[in-house]
């Protein structure tokens, strides 16, 4: 019982915070519970501290927390879902110098992992 009033209070919170998003930053067709677990998968916690994700402690690059309120990119790029996308798919081909390296994403799984991003307000 207890279980159950927690997993549906989490998807409550994370269905409030998806609706928070704003127009300019939501993503056609991407999941942002598909970039919770991609964002696990890929590790992204070894460099960032990432809110909702278990272990994502990292202090090598900024933390994510209110993401969703940044105006840039890394201070790169405007930040929206274009460029997001295309730092989270290729860093280095939107700086050389970033010590943010590729880690792998492709596009669609970069839509979801942005899609996310977005819900950190
Ligand atoms: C090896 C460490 C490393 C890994 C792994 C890594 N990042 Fe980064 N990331 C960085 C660094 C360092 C920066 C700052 C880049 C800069 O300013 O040049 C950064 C910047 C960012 C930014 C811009 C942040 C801002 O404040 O504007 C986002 C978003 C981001 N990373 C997301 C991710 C995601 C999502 C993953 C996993 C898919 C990931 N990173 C994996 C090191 C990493």
Known sequence: MIRWGSAVG??????????????EHQIPGADPRAGVVLIAQFGCGACHRVPGIPGAKGAVGPPLDGF?????????????????????????????QTVMPRVGLDHDQARHVAAYLYTLR
């Open 10 to 23: 989490s998807a409550l919170l994370l269905a409030a915070c998806e609706a928070e998003v704003p127009a």
């Open 68 to 96: 969703g309120r940044r105006g840039y990119v890394a201070g790169r790029i405007p930040n929206v879902p274009d460029g997001l996308v295309r730092w989270l798919v290729d860093p280095k081909a939107i700086d050389s």
